[in-house]
Each structure stands twice: as structure tokens, then as C-alpha cells.
């Protein structure tokens, strides 16, 4: 059986880590080269690099950063935020990244996963979902760092990404990002129910019970926290040792 997998992610504004609550209130939480080597030395399975305001900034992603990143790290490593063509997979994937993912881009040009995971292969693609409920109960996804409601149905979207290439998707709820009320189990039920690649869950981590719940009602493959574990309120192994005795595959 696949270990499920826990994965800490930083969210990068301006070179420093930064924390919020429902994608605003941005607050420092530190260098992301030394987060990025501590997360690697406490067991994480992998890492997520995010440059939130890369897209909106209509700036790329910071190389350089990644690259040092990349030199701490000894578990694969996801980096996203501003990658609009296959040149930017290119140099990220050079300066040390295992997958890149795309948000904003792959909205805007849906080819783009497509050209990605012909040149790289799909395994190196992740479609970032920010997802945010409807009145009518259903979801829409939303770009630029959720500034953008972008008026397509989540479900959908993620269907038409893993027919274009996607290996993966990375699926946050809007609705819970930062409240540590737990994640959003039909949003991401409603997803992983319908593809056969990887679902990431993240936003809304408060409690080891929380991850229990989402890894199975709400079927994902793999779960994101940042804040959780950037202020040590729950400790990765701590975590997976629960997991491990609630019967769920990780690696200890």
C-alpha cells in the first residue's frame, strides 16, 4: 500500500516564509533555507516552496532561492508561484526542484500542463487548486493568490487538469486556509473521488485528528500544513506515529 505522505509547505513573500489566515493578515515566520533544512531533519516526506505573490507581482519565481533551497533538502521538492512557460519548469527543475507547480498559468493556458508533462513528464506537473464554496454548495476555483474568482466549477477543473497531464493536485480551501478548524473533507472528497492522481489537502490543520480525517473521509493521498509546523505546534513525527497506530501507511 502507498505510505501517505505529510508535507509542510512555505509560503514565501519578499525572500521570508510568511503565515495568514485565509490568504491575508501575512505574518514573518522566518528564513525558508533553514525551514526548509529543519523540515528535512524532522521527517517530512516533502516539501512545498510558494512564491505567493509572484503571479499578482507578474513576476517570476526566484531561482537563485529555490536553488538554495533545493541544496538543503534531501526529500523531493515542489516549487510554485509565477511559472507561466515551459522555460520556467526548465530552470526550476535545474536549480534543483522535483516538481513545479501551476496555478494562475494553467487557468490562463490549459496547454501549458499539457507542454509540461510531455517535455518533463506528468509526475513533475502539480495543478495548485484554490478552491472556495459557492452559495449553491459547490466550488469555484480562484488565481492570483485567490484574488480572482475565476468563475469554473472545481470539480470540473480538476478533471479537464489531469486529462491535460496533471500527476498531481494540490488542493486548498479558501474557506479553511489558517483557521486550524480542520480540513474541508467534501472539497476534497469531491475531488479525489473523480481522479486518479494524487490529491494533496491542504488548508485548515489544527490537530492530528484533523489529518486523520482528511487522509480517510476524504480519500487524499497526502496532507499540507504550514503554520501547524512552522511554530511547532505539532511535530511531524508526533504526527505520523499517531497516523502510524490509527492504522494509516506512513513513512517513519
Request: hydrophobic residues 45%; negative net charge; charged residues 25%.
Amino acid at each position: 500500500m502507498l505510505t501517505k505522505r505529510i508535507i509542510p509547505c512555505l509560503d514565501v513573500k519578499d525572500g521570508r516564509v510568511v503565515k495568514g489566515v485565509n490568504f491575508i493578515d501575512l505574518k514573518d515566520a522566518g528564513d525558508p533555507v533553514q525551514i526548509a533544512a529543519a523540515y528535512d531533519k524532522a521527517g517530512a516526506d516533502e516539501l512545498v516552496f510558494l512564491d505567493i505573490t509572484a503571479s499578482s507581482d507578474h513576476r517570476n519565481t526566484v531561482v537563485e532561492m529555490a536553488s538554495r533551497v533545493a541544496d538543503q533538502v534531501f526529500i523531493p521538492f515542489t516549487v510554485g508561484g509565477g511559472i507561466r512557460t515551459v522555460e520556467d519548469f526548465k530552470a526550476l527543475l535545474r536549480a534543483g526542484a522535483d516538481k513545479i507547480s501551476i496555478n494562475s498559468a494553467a487557468i490562463d493556458n490549459p496547454s501549458l500542463i499539457s507542454a509540461a508533462a510531455d517535455k518533463f513528464g506528468s509526475q513533475c506537473v502539480v495543478v495548485a487548486i484554490d478552491a472556495k464554496r459557492r452559495d449553491d454548495g459547490g466550488f469555484n476555483i480562484y488565481k492570483h493568490g485567490g484574488r480572482l474568482d475565476c468563475g469554473i466549477d472545481a470539480v470540473e477543473w480538476a478533471m479537464k487538469a489531469e486529462k491535460l497531464g496533471a500527476g498531481e493536485i494540490l488542493l486548498t480551501s479558501m474557506d479553511c486556509d489558517g483557521t486550524k478548524s480542520g480540513f474541508d473533507i467534501e472539497l476534497t472528497r469531491a475531488i479525489s473521488s473523480v481522479c486518479s492522481i494524487p490529491v494533496i489537502a491542504s488548508g485548515g490543520a489544527g490537530s492530528k485528528e484533523d489529518f486523520l480525517d482528511v487522509l480517510t473521509d476524504g480519500g487524499a493521498d497526502a496532507a499540507l500544513a504550514a503554520s501547524l509546523f512552522h511554530y511547532k505546534e505539532l511535530e511531524i513525527m508526533d504526527l505520523k506515529e499517531y497516523l502510524n497506530n490509527n492504522s494509516i501507511p506512513v513513512r517513519l
